[in-house]
């Protein structure tokens, strides 16, 4: 009896399902609900070229922005759960059942999580031209130009859009949100001064502030970045408690096999450990995880709870 059952556990272990016997057997599609150009892009295309490698196919993302990231999700979460259709995603996903009235997609039963790939901090920058150099100076300067400085965000919802609000909120400083289809419609109106202040994402203003377009006056996290070390946090320049942190994550369609979850988070992880993929994010000012699926589901949890309140305290809608 007990060798029958050993040879059934040995057959239970080792049986494969169909879709996985053959997956992947065509392209992966990774949509990535972000402008091209955009941090978010070019993290997505550096994995994805890695991990099409392991899988012996071709991952080819496609920008499909829109909705806040709306347009996007909703294509994955209503994508047929065969494995070759996956999601870059970002604080959008955890704060846009807040945002909006309705979603045409439930963020968490619509989508399965694979992993949580990187966390990131924003940089506080301004235009060369506005006359500060602190996060204080900004303040005093804010609130002496009441209902005239803007905050620029690369749409609503997104960390940098959260950033901006949360400091008003902590600050008074009374900005003014406007918000931009991505990031670089954003910095073409942020470094000529006709918006005056953005906490974006670290990678994508990394090269302005190097470049001496646009000077950081404070990062997001409650840690110095270690490519900005003489740049404070937020909370040592002035704004005690002030602490947001960025994300990326991956996520399928939910009823996508557990096998197929299982082997593209094991290559998720995989890429994330080559060194050469880990120097160039690093690069990007982001810090790499590489989460278990149920890590990340209970991390999306802990985003919904951080922001909802936040959300609907300060009464923010996307419009």
Not at 40 to 58: C, E, F, H, V, Y
Request: proline share 8%; aromatic share 8%.
């Amino acid at each position: 009896m007990l060798r029958t059952l050993t040879a059934l556990s040995s057959l239970a272990l080792t049986f494969v399902s169909p879709a996985f016997a053959q997956w992947p057997d065509r392209p992966l599609k990774l949509i990535v609900p972000f402008s091209a150009g955009s941090s978010s892009d070019t993290i997505a295309r550096i994995i994805a070229a890695r991990m099409g490698d392991a899988l012996g196919q071709q991952i080819v993302v496609e920008n499909r922005v829109g909705g806040s990231t709306v347009i996007g999700t909703d294509a994955v979460a209503k994508a047929d759960p065969d494995g070759y259709t996956v999601l870059l995603q970002s604080v959008p996903l955890g704060v846009n059942r807040f945002l909006m009235n309705a979603l045409p997609f439930d963020p968490v039963a619509d989508l399965a999580p694979v992993s949580l790939i990187c966390d990131y901090p924003n940089i506080m920058a301004v235009p060369m031209s506005l006359p500060v150099k602190t996060v204080r100076e900004f303040i005093d300067y804010a609130k002496a130009n009441p209902g005239k400085i803007t905050y620029a965000s690369s749409g609503y919802g997104t960390s940098v859009h959260l950033s901006g609000e949360l400091f008003n909120r902590m600050t008074g400083s009374g900005l003014m949100h406007v918000p931009y289809r991505g990031a670089g419609p954003a910095f073409n109106d942020l470094i000529p001064g006709r918006v005056h202040v953005m906490f974006n994402n670290s990678g994508a203003v990394l090269p302005f502030i190097h470049g001496n377009k646009l000077r950081a006056l404070g990062v997001t996290s409650s840690k110095r970045m270690a490519a900005l070390p003489d740049v404070p946090t937020i909370a040592e320049a002035g704004v005690p408690g002030f602490d947001v942190t960025g994300w990326y994550a991956f996520f399928v369609p939910a009823k996508t096999p557990p096998d197929i979850i299982a082997k593209f988070h094991k290559d998720t992880v995989t890429a994330l450990a080559d060194p050469v993929i880990r120097q160039r994010l690093d690069q990007l000012g982001v810090n790499t995880i590489g989460s278990t699926p149920a890590e990340l589901a209970a991390f999306l949890k802990s985003e919904m709870d951080k922001w909802g309140p936040l959300i609907k305290a300060a009464g923010i809608k996307a419009e």
